[in-house]
Nanobody, 127 residues
Framework: QVQLVESGGGLVQAGDSLRLSCAASGRTFGSYAMGWFRQAPGKERDFVAA????????YYADSVKGRFTISRDNAKKMAYLQMNSLKSEDTAVYYC????????????????????WGQGTQVTVSS
């Protein structure tokens, strides 16, 4: 079983930066792909970024490419989402997710492929 806890959300102004963190439990964190998703009010959950188990492969939604960076520290059992040049349309609840399938070379971009989810952290960007 894997438990995920996000932190780092908050209220910022457009153009600011935030770093979200995702703390994971479980002995095999280093073998999991990790993803970040977000859900704005009244909208579906959208893919934001994903990283494979080693950190060697990363994937981004077009809307965040060049502004957001996903990373991980397997020794600390942490995943991160560095968000720069934030826009009002980035306002959402952000969720981290883990794909427990062992050492997949690629990280999924579909939410249905993730088995474990955190509770979410709110990011609000004022314009």
């Amino acid at each position: 079983q894997v438990q995920l806890v996000e932190s780092g959300g908050g209220l910022v102004q457009a153009g600011d930066s935030l770093r979200l963190s995702c703390a994971a439990s479980g002995r095999t964190f280093g073998s999991y792909a990790m993803g970040w998703f977000r859900q704005a009010p009244g909208k579906e959950r959208d893919f934001v970024a994903a990283i494979n188990w080693s950190g060697g492969n990363t994937y981004y939604a077009d809307s965040v490419k060049g502004r957001f960076t996903i990373s991980r520290d397997n020794a600390k059992k942490m995943a991160y989402l560095q968000m720069n040049s934030l826009k009002s349309e980035d306002t959402a609840v952000y969720y981290c997710a883990a794909d427990g399938r062992f050492m997949r070379s690629r990280a999924p971009i579909e939410g249905a492929e993730y088995q474990y989810w955190g509770q979410g952290t709110q990011v609000t960007v004022s314009s």
